[in-house]
Structure formats: C-alpha cells, structure tokens
C-alpha cells in the first residue's frame, strides 16, 4: 500500500488530481466529505500519512477557512502544486443543454464558471460537497434534468458526457493545493526554495511596512501576503506569508529578523516551489 494522503472530495475530484500529479506514484486516497475532516484526519498518523488541501485559485481567490485549519494543526507544508483547471459541464448520455433545470458542484466551482452560468438564469445552482461527488450523483441517480460542474477525470470515472466543455470564468484557471505531512519534506535542502509562514504584527504604526522592508533587504521575494482576523481580538489581523529565495541562508536570516520584529511567528513549511500541470 502506498502513502495514505487525504483528499478532499471523492475520486475523480481535482483533488485526487493533484495528489497523483505530486507523489507520482502508488496512493491511497482518503476522501473526504470537508476540508475540516481533510485536515485532521490528516493530523492523526494512525489514519493518513498526509493531505492535500487547496488554498487559492485564479479566479476565486484565496480559500480564508483553510488557512486557519493549517495554521491550527501540527501538519507542515512540504510542497505545493498548481493545477491547471478545466471545468465541464457534465451529463448522463443522451441528456441536451435545454433538459438541464439544475446544476450541482462545489460552491467554489460554481463561483469559477459563473460568467457561463449566467448565460443559462433558469437553471437552478446546487452546492453540494464536492464536484465528483455531484458527477457521481447524477450517474449513479441517471438524472435526465441535472448536469454537474467537474473534471475530465469525474466523466470518465462515471461514464458521462461533458456537453460544454472549458466553462471557467477564462480559459486560464489554476489552484495552487499545498502538500501536508507530519513530518518535514525528504528533499535535498538545496532544493528548498520557498517557505510559508504566519506571523502577528507588534500592534505600532508602520510595523507591517517596516518588515516588509526588511524581508526584501534579506532578498527575499514576496509572492504572496494574506491577512486573516485573529480569533478573540476587534478587529486584529495575523498574516500568512508566502516568499520565496535564492538559498536556505537567505531564508534563515528573514526568520531571525521576523523573530526581531514579530509578536507571535510560525515556519508552516520550507519546501520546494511547485510546478503548474
């Protein structure tokens, strides 16, 4: 049996993509029917020997829940991985745009084809847990008046044809998923390019732009910042940082100066910089 790695959705969702696109080789999947339930089954080392948990799309943006659930877990982040999405609308055989009254997918792929969406106002938009799982559920029920939102992958699992094809919002669409283990990543510390981290500014005027200055004179590349409320505090925020170097010197150094100049600061991950598939 190969690693346990927690998905989530069923398979056939994007999810499962990007797992067998990281590890490229013989896997276990565990669905899962939340992100929540991804993320702590995960945790538990009797049960899965990590996950894979999306973060931020092209169009959609970032997934705020998620970074919390990393956050509070004792998971590292060990890799990444950006995958191209290529959203279907998908029927049972024989099914026509005009016979389609409902439509089921994760809200967030429903959010990334909205423009095509809204060209069809009659149909009724359905969130369900996950886009293969609404592929499956039409199979499964040979529902003549439901279409589902998924991958190439969900219609060759479940035998359905894809009426429209390359629906997102654009034809260049992406989810960045980031790798999660109990345990740090196995690559050569050579190859570690990239770190997320979590950090709570001192609450003083100019603090964010005085250690954003600094990251940058320790040649840093910052590629991504997100905010997020701290839980328990009006209106405070924490900020997950995404930056990326030339050597693990370089990236040593930011830390010892975001120890300086942080309240609170936590390493999620240092791990190699993903590729686009």
């Known amino acids: 049996m190969g690693k346990r790695i927690t998905i989530q959705g069923k398979e ?130 040979k529902l003549r008046h439901t279409a589902a939102i998924a991958g190439k992958k969900a219609a060759d699992l479940f035998n359905l ?33 990239k770190a997320s981290v979590y950090f709570q500014t001192k609450h003083t005027q100019g603090s964010l732009v005085a250690i954003l200055i600094r990251l940058a004179s320790c040649g840093i590349n910052l590629t991504k910042l997100q905010s997020v409320p701290i839980p328990g505090t009006e209106w405070q925020y924490g900020f997950h940082a995404d930056m990326e170097f030339s050597s693990s010197d370089q990236f040593k150094e930011a830390e010892r100066e975001l120890k300086k100049m942080t309240e609170v600061l936590r390493v999620l991950g240092v791990y190699p910089r993903g590729i686009t598939i």
């Open 12 to 141: 056939g969702s994007f999810h499962h993509v990007a797992a067998n696109q990281f590890f490229q080789q013989d896997l276990t999947v565990i669905p899962c029917s939340s992100f929540r339930e991804l993320v702590k089954t995960a945790d538990d080392p009797e049960k899965a020997d990590g996950g894979v948990i999306a973060i931020e799309n092209s169009i959609a943006g970032s997934i705020l829940p998620n970074y919390g659930l990393v956050l509070n877990s004792d998971l590292s982040i060990i890799g990444e991985i950006y995958l191209s999405i290529r959203m279907n609308l998908l029927v049972n055989p024989g099914v026509k745009l005009e016979d389609i009254k409902e439509v089921h997918s994760h809200p967030i792929a429903l959010l990334q084809c909205m423009v095509f969406l809204e060209q069809h106002p009659h149909w009724k938009l359905v969130e369900t847990e996950d886009t293969a799982f609404s592929a499956r559920h039409i199979h499964e029920h």
């Open 161 to 193: 044809d894809i009426a429209e094809a390359d629906i997102q919002t654009g034809k260049k669409s992406f989810t960045r998923f980031l790798i999660l283990s109990k345990e740090n990543g196995s690559v050569s510390r050579n190859l570690l390019n």
